[in-house]
């Protein structure tokens, strides 16, 4: 059944025809009853859910990373704004997420196995900017990466892409979480690349300020509005770990 559904998300990914090219994408699984789920009450949130508030009887959880093309992440890190082209690809690639996360559940429904999804996005709370259900913890739990300096999932693929995950009653065998720590700066080289590439300061090696990024992300919404709801930046994501497993120090 993993191999199936590998090979399944691979397919949609590659008969996707927009505008964003992805590369490979990258699949992880986790058993519901993993005891990091009801950890996220505290590392996320009081209000995260648990695989089983998204199914009863959940089993499984699912998770893929569609990491961006080599030419998008360019593109992007040579724009002094955020470049049209990140933009779009962050609307089109919502779309990609949903309609993976759809297919699978429709799917797995023809074998009769249950199944169920969020959205790829604005599944968090206006106020707090906290997420119901934050895919890149359960992400990491299914073993696709770890955590870098700029809070996001550093994968062997790098962290410039976007994240999906789903649940499902199927029991599927877990992936191991990644005991390497991907990010350079937590393995204690000199990079911090991702905080000198934050535009507005919300970004620093003591955290994050949510309602100051998140004030850039709606800036960004409103230079874009002809495109559609593209409340992005990714300015840190273009780093040595956009594309990769950084393995050398970055001055």
């Known amino acids: 059944m993993e191999a199936r559904v590998e090979a399944l998300i691979a397919e949609l990914v590659n008969r996707f025809r927009r505008i964003t090219a992805y590369r490979t994408p990258l699949v992880g ?20 859910l648990g695989p089983r508030d998204l199914l009863p009887g959940a089993e499984s959880v699912i998770a893929f990373f569609l990491p961006f093309s080599d030419k998008l992440v360019r593109v992007h890190r040579r724009n002094p704004y955020v470049s049209r082209e990140w933009a779009q690809a962050y609307i089109e690639t919502n779309g990609l997420i949903s309609l993976v996360s759809q297919t699978l559940v429709d799917e797995l429904k023809k074998a009769g196995i249950r199944a169920a999804w969020q959205r790829p996005t604005h599944n968090f709370d206006p106020a ?5 259900w934050s895919h890149k913890h359960i992400a990491y ?3 696709l990466g770890t955590f870098g300096l700029h809070h996001m999932l550093i994968t062997r693929a790098g962290c410039a892409g976007r994240l999906g995950s789903l649940v499902t009653d199927a029991p599927l065998a877990a992936t191991p979480l990644v005991t390497e720590d991907y990010c350079l700066h937590r393995r204690g080289g000199k990079c911090a690349a991702c905080v000198r590439l934050c535009p507005t300061g919300a970004l620093s090696p003591d955290g994050l300020d949510r309602q100051r990024c998140y004030r850039r992300l709606l800036e960004v919404n409103d230079h874009y ?8 930046c ?7 770990c956009a594309l990769s497993v ?3 120090e970055t001055a």
């Open 225 to 232: 509005h002809d495109l559609g709801l593209c409340d992005v």
């Open 246 to 248: 950084p393995k050398a």
């Open 128 to 132: 707090t900017l906290v997420s119901f």
């Open 234 to 240: 990714g300015k840190c994501a273009v780093g040595p």
């Open 29 to 48: 699984f986790a058993r519901a009853d993993n005891p990091g789920f009801g950890r996220l009450k505290e590392a996320v949130g009081p209000g995260h």
């Open 141 to 143: 739990l299914c073993g």
